[in-house]
């Protein structure tokens, strides 16, 4: 995922680089026999995997992301990074709006947000207007077929956290469901 410009310039570099080895890999075909065919889709396939990369993030500076959905923790980071795109923000902007360092920002997202606490996550969704309904779900037992045992309800909601945020400005509505 292209988390900003400058990441932007740096796979467009690459995607140039790779055009450049294709028109290079033509003029040699001859006398390459197999090793042309496995060289050209190995050049095709990445030219368009970043092609789409720099697609999907135009998309998202042009504000065509109105629903993002994060069904676990392991998506958060590409649903925080595309929603400050999506917004038209910089890193600078969301540090600022979040009330953090713009080097915080920048370390979070180099580290797809992995050394974060879970207050901060809430800081920064806060600032850019995410809807966010967190559930846990504990499992007392070592029986691995009890997947769906739930605690009762008094209990439950100790374990229930839930805010919600609408957004006015782009109408983008954000979950995240663990």
């Not at 917004?87 to 920048?106: F, N, V």
């Not at 009762?152 to 400005?169: G, H, L, T, V």
Request: proline fraction near 1%; charged fraction near 30%.
């Amino acid at each position: 995922m292209i988390k900003n410009e400058f990441h932007l310039r740096k796979r467009q570099a690459s995607l140039d680089e790779l055009n450049r080895r294709l028109k290079s890999l033509d003029s040699e075909k001859a006398g390459m026999g197999e090793y042309y065919e496995i060289q050209q889709e190995f050049l095709l396939s990445q030219i368009e995997e970043i092609g789409d990369e720099i697609k999907q993030y135009d998309a998202y500076r042009l504000g065509y992301a109105n629903k993002i959905m994060c069904q676990n923790f392991g998506e958060i980071s590409n649903m925080l990074i595309t929603a400050r795109i999506a917004r038209g923000w910089s890193q600078d902007a969301l540090a600022e709006k979040a009330g953090l360092h713009t080097q915080q920002i920048q370390k979070y997202e180099a580290n797809d947000y992995m050394e974060v606490k879970f207050s901060t996550l809430a800081q920064i969704a806060d600032a850019l207007g995410i809807f966010y309904d967190f559930k846990a779900k504990v499992n007392l037992s070592d029986d691995a077929e009890n997947d769906d045992f739930m605690l009762p309800d008094a209990f439950e909601k100790q374990f229930i956290i839930s805010r919600c945020i609408e957004i006015a400005e782009r109408g983008t509505i954000l979950n995240i469901c663990a």
